[in-house]
């Protein structure tokens, strides 16, 4: 393991200040936890990171897994309150939250700077007003670039989330809101195609025949594609494809899930083809 390599603490906070559920989320699945942590349960657990950290590499703590800036306002500055008292004492070097692009506005952005967050993660899923429409997000495209421009002036790093798959997603709204993305120069971005899990709005719609994932081949195409843009971009891709992690793969009912999923991506960009014709998509009723 390099010496310079990263730590970034994940202090998951499921649903945390989630006014509606989008139709393919399922942050238990995906975080492993029920309810956002008390505090005290937070600072346990950076904690016992820091313990056992040997890496000289930055150190962040990141509020994952929920809309980081509509949690009760009291309870944001509570974690970040204790988030701070880290980067004061030098023991991080940095903060970073995730959040929805229409929970970002220029008071929310000063007290952010306030508490040290330098980095802000956006759920973008789309550009497009439709596929955004249809999957329940509650927010617009416009909210992105609103949210993305206003951050990045503000100096800090922003990060873009991007779902390609969701329902009413094509693979030219795909690669239009690869291209949207570029135009916002975000700092990085993570891509993670979408999947059907248990128990969500989305199972429900493909129970009804009212939506069908991608396939997993033609998720890798796509990704591959969208990958070459952000390289040409220069956009760092530092994710693509969720993590085999908590309950992922019990609770996953079908879609274009792989544990390797960027290796397919790569692998197809470099030889024009994958084992994806040999993989089949998980695909459970
Ligand atoms: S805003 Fe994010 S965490 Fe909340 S329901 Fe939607 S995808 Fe899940």
């Known amino acids: 393991m390099s010496r310079r390599k990263q730590l970034v603490i994940p202090v998951f906070i499921p649903f945390g200040g989630c006014a509606n559920r989008c139709v393919f989320c399922d942050q238990e699945s ?37 809309s980081f800036t509509a949690l009760d306002r009291g309870v944001q500055i509570k974690y970040l309150e204790a988030a701070r008292g880290y980067v004061l004492d030098g023991r991080i070097d940095g903060v970073r939250i995730s959040t929805r692009p229409d929970c970002i506005s220029r008071e929310i952005v000063e007290y952010l700077k306030e508490y040290k967050v330098d980095t802000v993660e956006l759920g973008v899923q789309s550009m497009s007003d439709t596929v955004l429409r249809l999957s329940g997000r509650g927010h617009g495209s416009r909210d992105t670039v609103f949210a993305t421009t206003l951050l990045e002036s ?29 135009r916002l120069a975000p700092a990085f971005v993570r891509i993670y195609p979408a999947l059907v899990f248990k128990g969500t ?5 493909y ?38 992690s908590g309950g ?23 030889n024009g083809t994958s084992k994806t014709r040999s993989v089949r998509p998980v695909a459970r009723g």
């Not at 975080?31 to 990171?49: L, M, S």
């Not at 025949?209 to 760092?236: H, M, N, Q």
């Open 30 to 66: 995906i975080t492993g936890g029920k309810n956002p942590p008390e505090v005290r349960d937070a600072v346990e657990t950076i904690e016992a990171y820091l313990s056992t950290w040997r890496g000289a590499g930055r150190k962040e703590i990141a509020f994952y897994g929920g």
């Open 154 to 182: 503000s100096g800090f790093k922003v990060g873009h989330q991007f779902m390609p798959g969701l329902p009413g997603d094509t693979v030219s709204l795909s690669l239009d809101t690869a291209m949207e993305i570029i």
């Open 201 to 205: 709005a989305l199972h429900r719609m």
């Open 207 to 244: 129970l009804a025949g009212d939506y069908s994932p991608w396939t997993l081949e033609e998720t890798v195409e796509v990704c591959g594609k969208i990958l070459g843009l952000f390289i040409e971009a220069r956009i760092p891709v530092i994710r693509m494809g969720l993590h085999a």
């Open 248 to 270: 992922l793969e019990d609770n996953l009912v079908c879609g274009p899930y792989h544990p390797s999923f960027r290796s397919l991506v790569e692998e197809r960009m470099l």
